[in-house]
């Protein structure tokens, strides 16, 4: 199953939302998604893996608060060179809706989820159309798993009923940040 390059894009916001929302803190108690908005600004760096494919390319996200707006901006060296932006905000009832362009695609994609300062998770959930057959829509989640200054993540997609891992990103905050 190929895994088209908007999927790609969205999923890679939702990891980009998720780095927002999931700094490091610094504090025993489980920060809210709030406060991770406000530290997880700064530069990070690391790589993105796909599915099927051995390689692994150098990734980096900008992160930057515009109000209480998550901004970032993601780059890679996947495919000659990609480019993404996302915004995330909060909606009245606490959970998180994000919006994200990207070098491959004229459209926008929107993806909804929330944050789990517990765990320190952020899920996020949408959909799109499917790379192998279009016309037909796929769902997708993409879950962020983070730490101090470093976090994980995974994109699934649901096609015909089977749910695939198709992307796994890992960032660290760059040194001096």
Request: charged share 25%.
């Amino acid at each position: 199953m190929f895994v088209s390059r908007r999927l790609f894009l969205v999923h890679a916001l939702g990891f980009a939302l998720a780095s927002f929302l999931l700094a490091a803190c610094g504090s025993s108690e489980a920060p809210t998604a709030r406060e991770h908005f406000a530290a997880l600004t700064g530069n990070w760096e690391g790589t993105h893996r796909l599915m099927d494919n051995p390689n692994e390319y150098a990734a980096l996200y900008a992160i930057a608060m515009d109000g209480e707006t998550l901004v970032h901006s993601f780059s890679s060296t996947w495919e000659g060179g990609f480019t993404g932006h996302e915004r995330m905000s909060f909606l009245e009832d606490g959970s998180l809706m994000a919006v994200w362009s990207d070098s491959s695609s004229d459209e926008t994609a929107e993806t909804t989820g929330a944050y789990d300062p517990a765990t320190r998770t952020l899920t996020m959930h949408g959909d799109g159309e499917s790379w192998t057959t279009p016309g037909e829509r796929v769902e997708y989640e993409h879950v962020t798993v983070y730490q101090d200054d470093a976090f994980s993540y995974t994109m699934s997609v649901t096609e015909g009923g089977e749910k695939k891992e198709v992307m796994w990103i890992e960032m660290k905050r760059k040194a001096g940040e």
